[in-house]
């Protein structure tokens, strides 16, 4: 048994959401990720189940385990209570953990993610925010989406939103001892460990690449390169 | 057929839900999209049917998008949820009601974890403890929003002011019913009918009159797929599952499309004015119009004769007309895009080939 496959194990969804595997490819058949990318979380299970850490590593910087969905369908179906999208989550834990994601063109994709999803709750108190979801990177906001954004706090009033104001209410300001609370709760549990280490680790990747960390933001959140797509 | 044999095996599915004193925790999407629901929710739980239901200003987002999009350890989403639980039971309550289907499901997980693992919970004792000197109890229930609604369907039914009938026809209205995956796809015992055979927006779309279609890509995924949908780079993916959906229930001609997840509502109706944009498709039976896109509580509203436009479905990018103009409701159409007091905010673009109004 080696040590990253170990290391993997000690993830209490991992041990929870994998037993011995029948190959029945329930998962598969079901899978959103599936039918569109080049995926397929039987194959998952069970390079996992191999216990190689050659195999898994491979994995770990691989585009493969940056596919799936986490809609979890594959937990419902799965004949043996298996939890592949668990075992993803697992796994990505660890790409992270040991810097492999950036090895990846959708691994990469990571910095854009922890830097507006983790601003976001730190800066406002949500996952999204009318301040940083703009039409401008969302155009399937569509027209509507437009129009509400030319008239925020217009439209947030009439429909009974408190956006940006004190006291309870839909988009109303989060308070400050709010905002420190999770500043806190970041700091000891992990998260601003995690994020700092995908920032870190994401500049020196650019650097890598002759990228400036705004073209590296842009590159990662906008472009597409590789052979991904299940054709 | 053994009676008491099917009873048993579907007493797992049947959920115990509270009658009063309600906490709750809002969320993001729903608040960035769909405000208006999560008002109309309140008002109506606690000025309808005349219960208790608190709101702590100081609550946040529960971090579940983030998680599920792998930026944070689930270390920092449950001392985020612990600290919800502990504003909840500062303020008295023990039962707790979240908006958001992502943060259902991570709610429940995070609570089977801790039964199975009572050193997890403890360890997220300490956490707390050390970031915000605050201690918790655990909820007695936890609830999602459509869970309440189902709840009370009959009063609902009771106060129905518009079912869903078609007026013109005298016929139940079609409607398709997409629940989103985390809901019952992980955890299927804490829903309302499971996950194979959820009653949760079924049972509330009976209950106020219309009939339900099963098509064949009923529970798949409506795609959002967290960075699948949140990078634009991989968006395609939420794209095209959503399409494989519609494609799905086209043929069963549906009047109208209620979620139970604020992230689904957003896609489905979003995707159609791109598909719409992108192939010059439609999927709704008006020429030139989509299927309108509800939750469950702004279809609970909107029966219940609240103001289209007061609930905030001008927000929807896919026109709601032809559904009220088959419901009956009575709406003002020039005050569709008017602020406060009439305001006027112009009118949003109009798309290619699809109508907004
Ligand atoms: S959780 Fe991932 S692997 Fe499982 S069905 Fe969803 S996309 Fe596929
Ligand atoms: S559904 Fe379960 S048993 Fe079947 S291939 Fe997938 S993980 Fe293995």
Redesign the interface.
């Known amino acids: 048994m080696g040590k990253i496959y170990e290391r993997l194990m000690s993830d209490v969804r991992l041990q929870e959401g994998l037993k011995a595997c029948i190959n029945c490819g329930t998962c598969t058949a079901v899978c959103p990720a599936a039918e569109f990318y080049r995926y397929n979380p039987k194959n998952i299970v069970n390079i996992v189940q191999t216990q190689d850490d050659d195999e898994i590593i491979k994995l770990l910087k691989s585009d493969t385990i940056w596919y799936c969905g986490e809609c979890m369908s594959c937990v419902t179906r799965c004949p043996r209570t298996n939890a592949p999208g668990q075992v993803i989550i697992a796994l990505r834990t660890l790409s992270v953990e040991l810097g492999y994601f950036v090895e990846s063109e959708k691994g990469r994709q990571q910095y854009a993610l922890a830097k507006v999803l983790c601003g976001n709750i730190l800066n406002y108190g949500y996952c999204v925010h009318p301040e940083t979801f703009k039409y401008a990177a969302h155009p399937e906001y569509g027209t509507v989406g437009k129009w509400i954004e030319d008239h925020l706090q217009d439209v947030y009033d009439r429909v009974g939103a408190n956006y940006g104001k004190s006291g309870p209410g839909p988009l109303r300001k989060i308070a400050p001892e709010s905002l420190e609370d999770l500043r806190k709760i970041f700091d000891v549990t992990g998260g601003s460990a995690r994020v700092e280490k995908i920032k870190a680790l994401s500049r020196k990747k650019a650097e890598e690449m002759g990228l400036s960390e705004e073209e590296y933001f842009n590159e990662v959140f906008n472009e597409t390169h590789g052979e991904h797509l299940n054709q | 057929m053994n009676y008491e044999g099917k009873k048993r095996i579907w007493s797992e599915f049947q959920k115990e839900i509270p009658d009063d004193r309600y906490f709750y925790a809002?969320s993001?999407?729903?608040?960035?999209f769909n405000?208006?629901a999560?008002?109309a929710f309140l008002d109506i739980v606690r000025n309808r049917f005349g219960k208790d239901f608190y709101?702590?200003?100081?609550?946040?987002?529960c971090?579940?998008?983030?998680y599920?999009?792998?930026?944070?350890?689930?270390?920092?989403s449950?001392?985020?949820i612990a600290?919800q639980f502990s504003l909840m039971n500062q303020a008295g309550y023990r039962n707790f009601v979240v908006s958001c289907v992502t943060s259902f499901?991570l709610h429940t997980e995070i609570l089977q974890?801790w039964e199975?693992?009572p050193e997890?919970e403890a360890k997220i004792h300490e956490?707390?403890w050390?970031?915000?000197k605050r201690e918790f109890t655990k909820p007695d229930f936890l609830m999602h929003s459509s869970d309440m609604m189902y709840h009370y369907r009959f009063l609902i039914s009771e106060q129905a002011r518009y079912p869903l009938i078609n007026v013109h026809t005298g016929e139940p209205l079609k409607v398709v019913e997409h629940i989103g995956?985390?809901y019952?796809?992980?955890f299927?015992s804490k829903s309302v009918g499971g996950?194979?055979y959820p009653r949760v927006l079924a049972g509330l779309v009976e209950a106020l009159g219309g009939s339900v279609v099963d098509y064949p890509e009923r529970?798949?995924?409506c795609?959002?797929?967290?960075?699948?949908y949140?990078?634009?780079?991989?968006?395609?993916?939420s794209?095209?599952?959503t399409y494989?959906k519609f494609e799905s229930m086209e043929p069963f001609h549906p009047d109208l499309i209620i979620t139970n997840c604020p992230g689904c509502n957003y896609f489905l109706d979003?995707?159609q004015?791109?598909i719409a944009e992108t192939s010059g498709k439609t999927y709704g039976d008006t020429p030139g119009y989509g299927i309108p896109v509800l939750s469950s509580e702004e279809v609970s509203a909107l029966v219940m004769g609240y103001d289209p436009?007061?609930?905030?479905l001008?927000?929807?990018?896919v026109a709601v007309e032809p559904l009220l103009d088959k419901m009956g409701v009575q709406y003002d159409k020039s005050r569709k895009?008017?602020?406060?007091g009439g305001?006027d905010?112009?009118?949003?673009?109009?798309?290619a080939n699809i109508r907004?109004f």
Not at chain 2, 55 to 61: A, I, K
Not at chain 2, 63 to 66: E, L, N, P, V
Not at chain 2, 314 to 317: S, Y
Not at chain 2, 345 to 351: K, N, Q, V
Request: aromatic share 8%; proline share 6%.
């Open positions: 809002r993001c999407i729903r608040q960035n405000p208006g999560e008002q709101e702590d200003p100081l609550h946040t987002t971090g579940g998008i983030a599920h999009s792998d930026t944070t350890p689930e270390e920092t449950m001392t985020i600290r499901g974890t199975e693992h997890i956490l707390l050390k970031a915000c995956c985390h019952s796809k992980i299927p996950a194979e529970r798949h995924c795609g959002f797929g967290f960075r699948q949140l990078v634009k780079a991989n968006r395609g993916y794209l095209t599952n494989k979003r995707w004015y791109v436009w007061d609930l905030g001008q927000m929807h990018q895009y008017k602020g406060v305001k905010l112009g009118i949003p673009a109009s798309p907004i």
